[in-house]
């Protein structure tokens, strides 16, 4: 994965954005890739947008402080996933669409260029397929408009089949532990 994910943001980047699903199943393979996916960002002098877990921020955050300069650093932005995802009190995909918006609009990082990569997770809460899907559809509206690289991760066990394959249909790429292919 070393290689595949330079290569396919750099694809994405000569064309106008694009959404990567990404299901993963193995948490060391996951670390790997996002650590892959935040250095090519930095590589291509672009800020990268990590939401992501309380659980695996510091663990993340602790290799790339071994790896990296200060001013490498100050381009990887952190935000806590229950807090972003679950700001309103549920999972709302508008309110997190126009979150993203704000935020990105109201930082330094309006007209800059970045890349995004969300670990998607959610408690016990039922009937979340729509909302997911709904959220997806908002998130690839955006992808598009903006000619952004995004990667929205999800842990495979979580997910059922036929929900895998109707989310799959809003991304460009779908992204395993170890392969990616086009959608």
Not at 72 to 91: I, M, N, P, Q, R
Request: a negative charge; glycine letters at 4%.
């Amino acid at each position: 994965m070393n290689r595949k994910i330079p290569e396919l943001t750099l694809e994405i980047r000569n064309n106008s954005g694009g959404h990567i699903f990404y299901l993963t199943k193995q948490t060391q393979l996951y670390f790997d890739n996002i650590i892959v996916f935040i250095l090519d960002g930095l590589k291509n002098d672009e800020n990268v947008l990590i939401v992501e877990n309380k659980r695996l921020t510091p663990l993340i955050q602790q290799r790339l402080h071994s790896i990296l300069t200060e001013q490498e650093l100050a381009k990887v932005h952190f935000f806590d996933s229950f807090t972003f995802y679950w700001k309103k009190g549920s999972f709302l995909p508008s309110a997190i669409v126009d979150h993203f918006r704000e935020e990105g609009a109201a930082s330094s990082l309006a007209h800059q260029r970045f890349r995004t990569w969300g670990h998607i997770e959610w408690g016990s809460q039922e009937d979340m397929e729509e909302e997911l899907i709904l959220y997806e559809e908002n998130v690839n509206k955006l992808i598009t408009a903006s000619n952004l690289i995004a990667v929205c991760a999800y842990d495979a066990d979580r997910l059922e089949i036929s929900l895998q394959n109707r989310l799959q249909k809003y991304h460009d790429y779908l992204m395993r532990d170890d392969q990616i292919i086009v959608c």
